[in-house]
């Protein structure tokens, strides 16, 4: 699994980094970094999650 960001709909307000923070995080700018994966096991449940939650769909499975 892997994830993407629509940067256009992010907002940078941080839902995601709440559901897997070693995953999703904010620079200095306010960009949203995201780790690369694949992700594996109980991370693809809360990856999934982030994707769920962001209140603006920036979200998406690229794989
Ligand atoms: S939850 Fe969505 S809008 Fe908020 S920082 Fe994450 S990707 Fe951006």
New binding site residues.
Partial sequence: MEVG?DRE????????LGFAPEV?D?DDDEN?VITSGPFVGEQVERVSQ?VS????N??FITD
């Fill in positions: 960001v709909r992010c907002e940078a307000n941080a839902v995601c999703f904010l949203l982030a939650g962001c209140p603006k920036a979200l």
